[in-house]
């Protein structure tokens, strides 16, 4: 998984790798929750992307990179 994008909690759940109980737990947590409480973390979730990942954003960390490379030269 990617547990750099989740945001325990916030977005998602994390359970503990390879600890079935805990998967288990955490899938009836998603479940349990009201379809406003559902539809929060997905907003939250998304905005997440958009603020970390966008295009604009991964472009111009690699730009930076390139930048800094080139000076190093």
Not at 5 to 11: A, P, Q, S, T, V
Not at 31 to 36: G, P, Q, T, W
Request: aromatic share 4%; glycine share 8%; proline share 0%.
């Amino acid at each position: 998984g990617c547990r750099e994008l989740i945001e325990d909690g916030k977005n998602g759940y994390l359970c503990t790798v390879k600890d079935i109980g805990s998967l288990v737990a955490r899938m009836e947590q998603m479940i349990n929750l009201s379809s406003a409480e559902r539809h929060t973390m997905g907003r939250n979730g998304r905005n997440k992307m958009i603020k970390e990942y966008s295009i604009d954003r991964i472009v111009s960390i690699y730009h930076q990179a390139i930048q800094e490379m080139l000076k190093k030269k």
